[in-house]
T-cell receptor, first 111, second 114 residues
Framework: KQEVTQIPAALSVPEGENLVLNCSFT??????LQWFRQDPGKGLTSLLL?????REQTSGRLNASLDKSSGRSTLYIAASQPGDSATYLC??????????FGKGTTLSVSS | NAGVTQTPKFQVLKTGQSMTLQCAQD?????MSWYRQDPGMGLRLIHY???????DQGEVPNGYNVSRSTTEDFPLRLLSAAPSQTSVYFC?????????????FGQGTRLTVV
């Protein structure tokens, strides 16, 4: 059974700092890995999707990497801003349908 | 393009009552699923569907029923609500293009069972 772990559970940084969020998974037979953002009391917003054949994806200040052999993915946020404060979730897709989620990293960026 | 729409946004039920959480998507996605999100537990899969007329159980299916009569709709039924079903419920849909299966989520239904 796939298990997805996110470390750290919470992270506080000053504005402007570059940071890395970590996601690890136990079963490397994934279709893809997806990163989401969730604001308090809101739904999930898709940030980046990395297919199993890809190594990384970029969108603006965000860069996500995938290393299937080591069972790891990272989300890099450059030049963090207070508006980046949210919970970030990673999820693995095992069979092209439902997702297995980590418990998330809650990020707080102070001005 | 509305995406994934969930209704209601908030609901309070008494123990033993039944209700249906609605989920509709307008993206012609084959796959739809329901998750519940609880503090400290993350999101857990309740039921999912790979197409009209086909459903299957996820990690925490007890106390919930689903059906998929159309591609667009995937309602979640609580048969006899219990306080343990107090949670935030999310519906998701996804397309399939080979290995590219990006999931899109609704805004959630916050359910309280008293």
């Amino acid at each position: 059974k796939q298990e997805v772990t996110q470390i750290p559970a919470a992270l506080s940084v000053p504005e402007g700092e570059n940071l890395v969020l970590n996601c690890s998974f136990t079963d490397s037979a994934i279709y893809n890995l997806q990163w989401f953002r969730q604001d308090p009391g809101k739904g999930l917003t898709s940030l980046l999707l990395i297919q199993s054949s890809q190594r990384e994806q970029t969108s603006g200040r965000l860069n996500a990497s995938l290393d299937k052999s080591s069972g790891r993915s990272t989300l890099y946020i450059a030049a963090s801003q207070p508006g980046d404060s949210a919970t970030y979730l990673c999820a693995s897709n095992q069979a092209g349908t439902a997702l297995i989620f980590g418990k998330g990293t809650t990020l707080s960026v102070s001005s | 393009n509305a995406g994934v729409t969930q209704t209601p946004k908030f609901q309070v039920l008494k123990t033993g009552q039944s209700m249906t959480l609605q989920c509709a998507q307008d993206m012609n996605h084959e796959y739809m699923s329901w998750y519940r999100q609880d503090p400290g537990m993350g999101l857990r899969l309740i039921h999912y569907s790979v197409g009209a007329g086909i459903t299957d159980q996820g990690e925490v299916p007890n106390g919930y029923n689903v059906s998929r009569s159309t591609t667009e709709d995937f309602p979640l039924r609580l048969l006899s609500a219990a306080p343990s079903q107090t949670s935030v419920y999310f519906c998701a849909s996804s397309y399939s293009r080979g290995l590219l299966t990006e999931a899109f989520f609704g805004q959630g239904t916050r359910l309280t069972v008293v």
